[in-house]
């Protein structure tokens, strides 16, 4: 209370501190573009690459004939990828998928929106009644290959969508090594 009876004082006193903003020495100037020489002044910009944005998001980080790499985490065979866990899932082909293998993923809350399915080395047709029990609960399916599927399942939760992936390893010598043995 003391220091704005002060400060009105001063106010009042010096009739230069009442100028209009115009009239100051120095007037912010708007709408011009900032030069490198400006961005260097302000010195706000901070960039890390290597943190990620969704730190419980699920992602494959490489897959072999023998399983995946999910978070650092090896998994063997096939696998059933939701948005906190992964789970082994007792399929051994294509054909082994039933509504009863799929039923996993339309109990979870929050509701999953897509579940990209990989077959193996080579993009296989589903069980038309397995895809139409799917579609009756409101989850897409999304049927590829097992390399494409995995880049499909990184890509969507990227995005942040809340998405499922149920993946057969790939037989025989197709293999995605990891970033980090790639570098060294």
């Known amino acids: ?6 400060l009105r004082r001063l106010y009042r006193a010096r009739p230069e501190l009442r100028r209009p903003p115009a009239e100051l ?13 400006d961005d260097e002044l302000y010195q706000r910009t901070r960039i890390s690459l290597l943190q990620r944005e969704a730190p419980h998001a699920m992602y494959i980080d490489s897959y072999s004939s023998r399983g995946f790499m999910v978070n650092g985490n090896r998994v063997f065979g096939p ?3 939701l948005p906190r866990s992964v789970l082994q899932w007792n399929v ?14 339309w109990m979870l809350e929050p509701r999953i929106e897509i579940v990209v399915v990989g077959t193996g ?19 897409a399916v ?3 290959d097992t390399p494409n599927a995995c880049a499909t399942f990184n890509f969507l939760c990227h995005e942040g969508r809340v ?5 057969i390893p790939p037989p025989g010598g197709a293999a995605l090594t990891p970033l980090s043995q790639t570098v060294e």
């Open 121 to 139: 080395d080579r993009t296989e047709r589903l069980q038309p009644q397995v895809l139409r029990a799917m579609r009756q609960r409101g989850i």
């Open 79 to 81: 696998c059933a990828l």
């Open 25 to 37: 020495l120095w007037a912010p100037r708007r709408g011009h573009r900032l030069t490198p020489a």
């Open 142 to 144: 999304e049927v590829q």
């Open 92 to 105: 051994g082909s294509h054909q082994d998928i039933t509504e009863e293998s799929f039923s996993l993923f």
């Open 1 to 6: 209370m003391a220091a704005a009876f002060v």
């Open 163 to 167: 998405t499922g992936a149920a993946l």
